[in-house]
């Protein structure tokens, strides 16, 4: 209930706001609710444009709001590019680079490969966020295993 009330007073912050500073602050704040139904609330803001990106950003940076706002941008993917500025399109995929599941990787991919062609510096902006995740998981399946060998010691 305290969630919903802080969601609409940030989103008329976010509209309603002359001082850029506070809008900037009340995007970034939509943008990190964690709570899925909130998240779910929140999302359709980042469609007002320039300044909707900023929410944007903080959904797809954060490893717990991510799969959610991949999952968001995938149904608004033509609404997200029709209200944002082309040279920003480039930038959601740097802001997704975080991405660490084989899931999210799916997604991405799924996402950002043909579109990537089409916006300023995509191409390059898509292979480096794709090497990135591609390393965050070779990383953690090159961990696995001895972490998986230290807890089953930790059992005995």
């Known amino acids: 209930k305290d969630g919903d009330a802080l969601l609409d007073a940030l989103r008329a912050v ?3 706001s002359k001082d850029a500073n506070e809008r900037d602050d009340a995007y970034r704040a939509l943008g990190s609710f964690r709570e899925p139904a909130l998240l779910a609330r929140a999302l359709p803001a980042a ?6 990106a900023t929410l944007l950003r903080q959904a797809l940076e954060d490893d717990v709001t ?11 993917i033509d609404a997200l590019a029709a209200a944002h500025p082309a040279e920003q399109h480039a930038m959601w995929m740097s802001w997704a680079a975080g ?3 084989a899931g999210e990787r799916v997604r991405f991919v799924a996402l950002f490969e043909a579109r990537s062609a089409k916006a300023e510096a ?8 794709l090497d990135e995740i591609d390393l965050c998981l070779a990383m953690r399946y090159a961990r696995q295993a001895p972490f998986n060998t230290f807890l089953a010691g930790l059992a005995k």
């Open 14 to 16: 976010a509209a309603g």
């Open 47 to 52: 469609l007002s444009g320039r300044e909707g």
């Open 66 to 76: 991510r799969p959610q706002a991949l999952a968001w941008m995938g149904e608004n």
């Open 99 to 101: 991405a660490c599941t």
């Open 122 to 129: 995509g191409p390059q902006k898509y292979r480096e966020a």
